[in-house]
């Protein structure tokens, strides 16, 4: 079964960057929609960004209005392996991140955490002020 396991987090000061990883175990994820959302005490599970499949020439990505221009998500298939790369962090991206799969390789897109089914223990990201 699928195994995905998030790293990179940490506490930063406001203006900082992160990386975030995710790498994925057992089947090969290069098929399928990946996804990256977070989750603030007290606060539903956001979505943050997604990436396609594998297109053979690109790949294509959407990002929540929150994060746009600041957030950069990306996939090393090669390396089960996918990344969060989190510029001028603000406090409010104060989070715990978690990376997750889409339920279907016949999934082409979504926003929806019921869309995901495989899903990450989290990272934990603090951004002071």
């Known amino acids: 079964q699928v195994q995905l396991v998030e790293s990179g987090g940490g506490s930063v000061q406001a203006g900082d960057s992160l990386r975030l990883s995710c790498a994925a175990s057992g089947r090969t994820f290069s098929g399928y929609v990946m996804g990256w959302f977070r989750q603030a005490p007290g606060l539903e599970r956001e979505f943050v960004a997604a990436?396609?499949?594998?297109?053979?020439?690109?790949?294509?990505?959407d990002y929540a209005d929150s994060v746009k221009g600041r957030f950069t998500i990306s996939r090393d298939n090669a390396l089960n392996t996918l990344y969060l790369q989190m510029n001028n962090l603000k406090p409010e991206d104060t989070a715990v991140y978690y990376c997750a799969r889409a339920r279907s390789s016949a999934m082409d897109w979504s926003r929806s955490a019921s869309d995901y089914v495989y899903w990450g223990q989290g990272t934990q990201v603090t951004v002071s002020s």
């Open positions: 990436i396609s499949r594998s297109t053979g020439i690109t790949y294509y990505a």
